[in-house]
């Protein structure tokens, strides 16, 4: 994990991962 992921998901799966910095509201799937 690095600074901006919320949480983890699968790989492949672009939720929110690496996209800078954590904003206000949680990974919508």
């Known amino acids: 994990m690095q600074a ?3 949480m983890w998901i699968e ?3 672009r939720h929110w ?3 800078g910095p954590s ?3 949680p ?3």
């Open 23 to 25: 904003p206000a509201y």
């Open 11 to 13: 790989p492949g799966e």
């Open 4 to 6: 901006g992921d919320t």
């Open 27 to 29: 990974p919508t799937a």
């Open 17 to 19: 991962h690496g996209a």
